[in-house]
């Protein structure tokens, strides 16, 4: 990096152990032509061939969730390289956290982000639009949330680089298991982190998030009797059983709050499976089920659900005499998040996804600004044609930085 920020470098401390021997150095293939050299703008930032290399790096490495391990110690040593100070957290086997700072692992302003993917994994490509003149980069994390990552790490570089902001002001976080739970940023509160701001990135496509929908997690695990299918009255079926259920649950979901500001509650399923054959009356079946809270609470959510589910197999355990559909609720959920989106110059959003914030605990002793912000749309993340373009990118670090000078103005 930039000789100015290599000399602030402390010494690096790790909490967790880690190998960077499996850590892949910057890509030494040359830029395509069509990525950076045919931007529309002659004038284009210095740090965006930087950036370009970075966001690559990233997404090349495939990092579903729970494979977070080649990511997070390619990005330990890129950091390190860099001149941050890096502190790795285990938060189970071959996955950890990392922090990164110049000294003060409790700077005012905290720029966060999440280097785990959803599956499957699609490997990155580039593809340059001459009509247009634009370069569009696609790729499993390309949007979500790669693109925030190393947009927010070449903001703090330009600052620090630039002397606009102090060195000891800044630190950056990027956790694992966001898309399945948020388990990398809830162990993260061990470390007791105190900022004044923190920046959240996701997909908010250039703009800033006002709140986002709550989330409520659960699955649903029907009991049945195998039998010959040529007689299945000698059995009980699961998949009868998680059919009814599931159809009781979609009626209720029409009855759940909603809001002005975040429409209406939404109920997905998500994965549903079960039997073995066809010709076998199903054993076991189960359904993953996400709700997007748009008013009240998850305890509310979930007496409605709870009682809907019950009254749609009572049949069957009258009969059964016995428990016939378990209800296993992933956490508590949570409610609607209302995020601070007090900059000028930003357009705002409000959002259906969750997020880590909710996850992150306040330790700051006062009320602490939290902003929602990010490269590129969700509409496209979590499908096989994620992507955004370059000139996004190179936007962000600068919507970063605005917003990093703003948090440290107060």
């Known amino acids: 990096m930039r000789s100015q920020v290599l000399l602030l470098a402390l010494a690096i401390t790790t909490s967790a152990p880690y190998s960077t021997a499996a850590a892949e150095p910057l890509s030494q293939r040359p830029l395509q032509a069509?990525?950076?050299?045919?931007l529309k703008s002659t004038e284009a930032p210095t740090y965006t061939d930087e950036l370009f290399k970075l966001h690559r790096n990233?997404?090349?490495?495939?990092?579903?969730?729970?494979?977070?391990?080649?990511?997070?110690?390619?990005?330990?040593?890129?950091?390190?390289?860099?001149?941050?100070?890096?502190?790795?957290?285990?938060?189970?086997k071959d996955r950890f956290n990392v922090l990164a700072h110049f000294g003060n692992r409790h700077a005012k302003t905290l720029l966060t982000s999440h280097i785990d993917t959803v599956p499957p994994f699609y490997p990155y490509e580039t593809h340059h639009n001459a009509s247009l003149n634009t370069t569009t980069i696609s790729g499993r994390g390309s949007v979500d949330a790669k693109a925030s990552v190393a947009?927010?790490?070449?903001?703090?570089?330009?600052?620090?680089?630039?002397d606009r902001v102090p060195a000891y002001a800044l630190s950056l976080l990027f956790v694992v298991g966001e898309e399945t739970g948020g388990d990398g940023m809830r162990a993260a509160n061990e470390l007791h982190l105190a900022p004044d701001t923190v920046i959240f990135g996701e997909p908010t496509e250039g703009k800033l998030a006002d709140g986002h929908k709550g989330h409520l997690g659960f699955t649903l695990h029907a009991k049945g009797k195998a039998a010959h299918s040529g007689y299945p009255w000698l059995g009980r079926s699961a998949n009868e059983v998680l059919v009814k259920a599931l159809a009781a649950l979609m009626q209720v979901a029409k009855h759940l709050p909603s809001?002005?500001?975040?429409?209406?509650?939404?109920?997905?399923?998500?994965?549903?499976?079960?039997?073995?054959?066809?010709n076998v009356v199903a054993e076991t079946a189960s359904a993953k089920i996400a709700v997007r809270l748009a008013a009240g609470t998850p305890a509310e959510s979930r007496v409605k659900i709870t009682d809907a589910l019950r009254a749609a197999v009572a049949e069957y355990e009258q009969d059964a005499g016995e428990e016939v559909l378990e209800i296993e609720w992933s956490s508590e959920g949570y409610g609607p998040v209302g995020i601070d989106a007090d900059v000028a110059g930003f357009e705002t959003i409000t959002v259906n996804y969750g997020t880590d914030i909710p996850n992150f605990k306040n330790f700051a002793g006062k009320k602490q600004k939290r902003y929602l912000y990010g490269p590129g749309s969700i509409l496209v993340a979590h499908s096989d044609h994620e992507a955004l373009v370059l000139e996004e990118l190179v936007q962000a670090v600068e919507d970063y930085e605005r917003l990093v000078l703003h948090s440290l103005a107060k």
Request: negative net charge.
């Open 58 to 92: 990233l997404v090349e490495l495939e990092s579903i969730s729970g494979n977070e391990y080649s990511v997070g110690t390619w990005l330990v040593s890129h950091l390190q390289h860099e001149g941050y100070t890096v502190e790795t957290q285990e938060v189970s």
């Open 34 to 38: 069509s990525s950076i050299d045919k």
């Open 151 to 162: 947009a927010q790490i070449t903001a703090v570089n330009n600052l620090i680089s630039s």
């Open 259 to 278: 809001s002005e500001k975040y429409g209406s509650t939404t109920v997905n399923l998500g994965r549903v499976e079960g039997g073995v054959a066809a």
